[in-house]
């Protein structure tokens, strides 16, 4: 795996983890704004503060799986995005707001991404 990889790259791969560590035994991947059930490859990633803000592109807590309508007709379903970020913890979408201005970068490792998508694509069968 090549050192630095392309932001391009990072994002496929990204959405890729995002989507498949949601995934249920048939492949199928629950949208968080919508609870539309959706074949893990047809799901997007989406992100509660956009992708422009560095800062939390790749941060966990920000990428979700979400259905093609929440995430692309209604610019990614926010007020529902927000309820569902602060059930999983109260004070999230905040703690998002500032994280995405004042940092930290978040970067996962590269390669250990890489390696477990390539391991949950082999036992999906996908
Ligand atoms: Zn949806």
Known sequence: MPAELSLESKDRLWSRWIRLRARDRFGS?????????????QIQCGHFIPRGYLNTRFDPDNCHPQCHSCNVFQNGNLKFYRIFLNNLKAGLPEELEKRSKDGPTYEPDWSIVSSEVKAWIKSNGA
Do not use: G, H
Not at 31 to 39: D, G, H, L, W
């Open 29 to 41: 991947v629950k949208c968080v704004t919508c609870s539309a059930v959706v074949p893990w490859k």
